[in-house]
């Protein structure tokens, strides 16, 4: 069973940022937040992930709510190598439940 | 260069036929994965071992066989039980503590028919 709910696909202009939004209403306390993106027919690539706090790295920043039951990813100046499959994940100690992701379509 | 290694990128099967995919990790990793993709789906988890000698069901095992013989090595067999084999398949490894986003290999492409 998937842990998270995602859009299937969203549109972005070049240069602007995309914000991909995931809900894990069920998330424990433990269960981290990751997000990967897979180009196609290539293996996933890790993102970034987060627990509770707000994350950044050079790829993206995570934005975890509060409750835990939403996260954003961000992505701040999309490119047109930025368009993925992009997976919002809960992991459970050491197994991760992948959804269907949010296709991310980045326009010229 | 560490990494994952999943030979071959594509391969051909009968109907009727086991198949074993490769998958080699030289990253030191301790746990390893392997996952199903079918068209436009997401990953589906069919075996995991977080240590050698051991290994569980994930959630679509059925049909499916592996070992763990060596630390390095994570071989899944597609057996003929396996009513659908044809998928992208995708090895992962990570570490058991600390840091543990799984580092992904290439995928191989089966086609069974």
């Known amino acids: 069973d998937a842990k998270t709910t995602q859009p299937p696909s969203m549109d972005c202009a070049e240069g602007r940022a995309a914000n991909l939004p995931c809900n894990h209403s069920?998330?424990?306390?433990?269960?981290?937040v990751y997000w990967y993106r897979q180009i196609h027919s290539q293996g996933p690539q890790y993102i970034i992930h987060?627990?509770?706090n707000n994350e950044t790295n050079e790829m993206a920043s995570l934005i975890i709510t509060e409750d835990r039951k939403s996260s954003t990813l961000i992505l701040p100046h999309a490119t047109l190598r930025d368009t993925a499959v992009y997976y919002c994940?809960?992991?459970?100690?050491?197994?991760?439940?992948f959804g269907s992701g949010t296709k991310l379509n980045v326009k010229p | 260069d560490g990494g994952i290694t999943q030979s071959p990128k594509y391969l051909f099967r009968k109907e009727g036929q086991n198949v074993t995919l490769s998958c080699e990790q030289n990253?030191?990793?301790?746990?390893m994965y392997w996952y199903r993709q079918d068209p436009g789906q997401g990953l589906r988890l069919i075996y995991y071992?977080?240590?050698?000698?051991?290994?569980q069901k994930g959630d679509i095992a059925e049909g499916y066989s592996v070992s763990r013989e060596k630390k390095e090595s994570f071989p899944l067999t597609v057996t003929s039980a396996q009513k659908n084999p044809t998928a992208f398949y995708l090895c992962?490894?990570?570490?058991?503590?600390?840091?543990?986003?799984?580092?992904f290999g290439p995928g191989t492409r089966l086609t069974v028919t």
């Open positions: 992962a490894s990570s570490n058991r503590q600390g840091r543990i986003e799984q580092y």
């Open positions: 994940i809960v992991r459970d100690f050491n197994k991760f439940y």
């Open positions: 069920t998330i424990s306390g433990n269960e981290y």
């Open positions: 987060g627990l509770k």
């Open positions: 071992s977080q240590i050698v000698n051991d290994f």
């Open positions: 990253l030191n990793h301790d746990a």
